[in-house]
């Protein structure tokens, strides 16, 4: 992090000392970028909600601890993001074998309709979500941090708690594949 410390840092120091329109300044700024990368990763509503209410509630927990170490929106997204991965295990059993297959099997989007006609620029970001969606959820969570939140490899390791190569390893396969759907 730079030597001076980012606003947000600021306002959650404050906070921290009592400054309750410190909180409400930095609920104000970050609340949509939060939910969208919450509802845009787990990809239902009701649990991007319970996450997203649990995420501020970890950062109200966490006022008097915080160090500013990592831009603000980092830590942030660090916190979702573990609760995130909290909810996936408790939510599904792993599958394996033919078990798996038959799930994604059941996921694959039909071929456009009319690939001779161009596209307009709702239908591509459309058919950009939708591929975006396909990737295994940490492609997809590497994806939707560097084009929504355009975190660094650096941030978006220390988020997910990944290693930067692991990290530019999950954005190389998971734009190899974006361009392998887009292209059909």
């Not at 410390?5 to 600021?10: I, L, M, S, W």
């Not at 160090?67 to 997204?77: G, N």
């Not at 609760?83 to 994604?104: C, F, N, Q, T, W």
């Not at 959820?137 to 490899?153: F, G, K, N």
Request: proline share 3%; net charge negative; hydrophobic share 40%.
């Amino acid at each position: 992090m730079d030597a001076t410390v980012d606003e947000d840092a600021t306002l959650m120091l404050a906070y921290a000392q009592g400054d309750l329109s410190a909180f409400e300044a930095l609920y104000a700024r970050h609340r949509g970028t939060l939910y969208r990368f919450l509802l845009r990763t787990c990809r239902d509503q009701a649990v991007a909600e319970e996450l997203f209410q649990d995420t501020w509630s970890r950062v109200i927990a966490a006022r008097e601890r915080y160090q500013p170490q990592a831009k603000f929106t980092t830590w942030l997204l660090q916190i979702a993001h573990n609760l995130l991965i909290d909810s996936h295990r408790r939510k599904r059993p792993m599958l394996e074998g033919e078990a798996a297959e038959l799930v994604l099997a059941q996921v694959e989007i039909p071929p456009q309709e009319q690939p001779e006609h161009a596209l307009s620029d709702f239908e591509q970001r459309r058919r950009l979500q939708r591929a975006i969606e396909q990737l295994p959820d940490e492609q997809r969570t590497a994806v939707l941090l560097r084009l929504e939140q355009d975190l660094s490899l650096e941030e978006i390791a220390e988020v997910t708690g990944a290693g930067r190569e692991t990290v530019k390893s999950r954005l190389r396969y998971a734009m190899n594949k974006l361009r392998e759907q887009l292209a059909e």
